[in-house]
């Protein structure tokens, strides 16, 4: 019997190689007729260092968080899956992509960007991405490739073209 993934998780984070897991995942969830959970950790570590933090900041935040997924549960839609939702947590987006997601929803399978952060924040802080493919207690699919299958940035660094909706 073939493996099929009936419980499929993806990370948004407003990345480019997140909305790439993104378009591959709803194809995936289609062709195993699974639910696709859409996850935006709002990484509260980002308010730390704000000396005047308020709650309309997060309000702020969540609001935009609220619209952009809802935004993504719309293509979804358009595009043929029926069985999608989303969360926005609040966190260590780590141990929330990694752990507590998948054992709450019983992801069988995580689609992650390659990364979303550039060498320097990869270094200080740690890829989100790393951390899973290490850590996670369910497959773990990297997208490093656009929706053909060529490399997400040409040789010349820039982004290959997402095709439209």
């Known amino acids: 019997m073939l493996q099929q993934y009936k419980h499929i ?3 948004i984070d407003g990345s480019y190689e997140a909305e790439l897991a993104f378009r591959k995942a709803v194809e995936v969830a289609k062709r195993n007729h ?3 959970f859409l ?17 309309a900041m997060v309000e702020q935040v969540t609001d935009t968080a609220k619209k952009t997924m809802e935004q993504y549960v719309a293509t979804a839609k358009k595009n043929g899956l029926d069985d999608v939702s ?4 609040y966190g260590a987006p780590k141990v ?8 709450e929803h019983d992801v069988d399978l995580i689609m992650i960007g390659a990364t979303g952060l550039n ?3 990869r270094l200080l802080i740690g890829s989100v991405t790393e951390y899973v493919t290490r850590t996670a207690v369910c497959d773990v699919l ?3 490739t656009d929706l053909d ?5 040409n040789q010349t660094g820039k982004k290959a073209n997402i095709q439209p909706d």
């Open 149 to 153: 299958n060529k490399p997400a940035l």
């Open 96 to 103: 929330i992509i990694a752990k507590d997601v998948p054992k």
């Open 39 to 55: 996850i935006h950790v709002v990484d509260t570590r980002a308010f730390q260092n704000v000396s005047s933090f308020d709650s």
């Open 34 to 36: 699974g639910e696709l």
């Open 9 to 11: 998780l993806v990370a």
């Open 86 to 89: 989303y969360a926005i947590e």
């Open 142 to 144: 990297v997208v490093r």
């Open 119 to 121: 060498a320097v924040e």
